[in-house]
């Protein structure tokens, strides 16, 4: 029991770096991904194609090789790329994906808003940035909070990937001390405390969705 007590301060300064990252990553994908959702639903051939490509390049790569590549290869091309912050390499990476994913949560949380409300304030005199900016998107938020619950989420257990560039988080934490001391168990409170990490924020997400729930 001695020894699980001593293994709790390091798990919870992993779990700050975990939470950390996992809240400026989804916060800057989300700013980020307005735009490419926009870009995407663009009548200029030129955004829709570039937007388009973005999202397809970190959709469908792995954030593994995404992170690999901005610690390690940006270097390689240019030493003047190089990060030696590793926090921000992780931020970098895990903001341009999740942006990716985003992007199309918000492109189907706006095209799921009735045209009519569209066409409505067009003839009303507003120009397209006004009626995204006052009718739309502020529709299309209550829409978004069950899906981006999902992808927060998903970024908060991806954050583990982190370990591969030597960021201490809660999974580099846990092999560190798995390796210093010769055992396994370790991991049993690292999984404990990642269900508490999800079990807070799925419940914060409930709340918002049923706080802000378009049908109520």
């Not at 980020?32 to 829709?48: D, E, I, P, Y």
């Not at 739309?136 to 989420?153: A, C, K």
């Not at 954050?159 to 809660?170: E, K, N, P």
């Amino acid at each position: 029991m001695q020894k699980v007590l001593a293994w709790i301060p390091p798990l919870l300064d992993g779990a700050r770096i975990t939470i950390s990252l996992t809240i400026v990553a989804v916060s800057a994908g989300l700013v980020l991904s307005l735009f490419l959702a926009l870009g995407k639903m663009s009548k200029k051939v030129w955004l829709n194609r570039l937007s388009s490509a973005y999202v397809f390049f970190f959709r469908g790569t792995p954030l593994l090789m995404q992170l690999y590549f901005i610690y390690y290869g940006l270097p390689q091309i240019t030493p003047l790329l190089t990060i030696n912050n590793r926090f921000l390499a992780a931020f970098i990476a895990f903001g341009l994906n999740s942006a990716a994913y985003c992007a199309e949560i918000i492109r189907a949380a706006i095209q799921s808003i009735d045209k009519g409300q569209f066409e409505a304030s067009r003839a009303l005199g507003m120009s397209y940035a006004q009626t995204m900016r006052l009718v739309i998107v502020p529709q299309s938020i209550r829409r978004l909070i069950p899906p981006v619950g999902n992808e927060f989420i998903m970024v908060l257990k991806d954050a583990s990937l982190v370990s591969i560039i030597a960021l201490t988080d809660i999974t580099k934490v846990t092999r560190s001390i798995s390796s210093s001391t010769a055992s396994a168990m370790v991991y049993i409170p690292a999984m404990i405390l990642y269900l508490i990490i999800t079990a807070v924020f799925t419940y914060i997400f409930h709340n918002l969705e049923k706080k802000y729930s378009v049908y109520q």
